[in-house]
T-cell receptor, first 112, second 114 residues
Framework: GDSVTQMEGPVTLSEEAFLTINCTYTATGYPSLFWYVQYPGEGLQLLLK?????DKGSNKGFEATYRKETTSFHLEKGSVQVSDSAVYFC???????????FGDGTTLTVKP | NAGVMQNPRHLVRRRGQEARLRCSPMKGHSHVYWYRQLPEEGLKFMVYLQKENIIDESGMPKERFSAEFPKEGPSILRIQQVVRGDSAAYFC????????????FGEGSRLTVL
């Protein structure tokens, strides 16, 4: 079945540092890929998405590129802020199945 | 423009009691998904429903758990005879279309079983 593997956390960075959170996936079809963010005590919010190979999703300074050859969708940001501290989830949606499959989440803490 | 509304936000039950969690999807959304987040773990799919239909319940435990999404009213996730292992955050998500993968989440219902 479908699966998503995320880089284990927690990740602690200083403000303005470069962020990479790795995500790889296994799927039988041609899934859409997503990053969601969860702030403390809240539900998940969609951060960015890509629907086909080589697409780049971007939002709020975050970006991720759909790499079919390496089955990856790594999240990057050039300069993190304290307000980026949250849990980040990589997810895929098999467009024929309806449901989405999530990774285990990576906790990011950004220190001033 | 209300988002996905879940209630209660927090629920405490003793072992053997029943828990009912409610979810009202965003306006115009007819697809509802329930996910469970155990402490220190990721989100695990439980069930996918459309109005009056269960589309995929492959993630639901075989016993004690049930879900519905009636023609009128919210979706309900029901857990009978709760056990301590049911303690988790239960998230509901909705989408306007099937199979787009883009989900809109509620803030979750946190169940604690004493």
């Amino acid at each position: 079945g479908d699966s998503v593997t995320q880089m284990e956390g927690p990740v602690t960075l200083s403000e303005e540092a470069f962020l990479t959170i790795n995500c790889t996936y296994t799927a039988t079809g041609y899934p859409s890929l997503f990053w969601y963010v969860q702030y403390p005590g809240e539900g998940l919010q969609l951060l960015l998405k890509a629907t086909k190979a080589d697409d780049k999703g971007s939002n709020k300074g975050f970006e991720a590129t759909y790499r079919k050859e390496t089955t990856s969708f790594h999240l990057e940001k050039g300069s993190v802020q304290v307000s980026d501290s949250a849990v980040y989830f990589c997810a895929l949606s098999d467009n024929n199945a309806g449901k989405s499959t999530f990774g285990d989440g990576t906790t990011l803490t950004v220190k001033p | 423009n209300a988002g996905v509304m879940q209630n209660p936000r927090h629920l405490v039950r003793r072992r053997g009691q029943e828990a009912r969690l409610r979810c009202s999807p965003m306006k115009g959304h007819s697809h509802v998904y329930w996910y469970r987040q155990l402490p220190e773990e990721g989100l695990k799919f439980m069930v996918y429903l459309q109005k009056e239909n269960i589309i995929d319940e492959s993630g639901m435990p075989k016993e004690r758990f049930s879900a519905e999404f009636p023609k009128e009213g919210p979706s309900i996730l029901r857990i009978q005879q709760v056990v301590r292992g049911d303690s988790a955050a239960y998230f509901c998500a909705s989408s306007p279309l099937a199979n787009t993968g883009e989900l809109f989440f509620g803030e979750g219902s946190r169940l604690t079983v004493l």
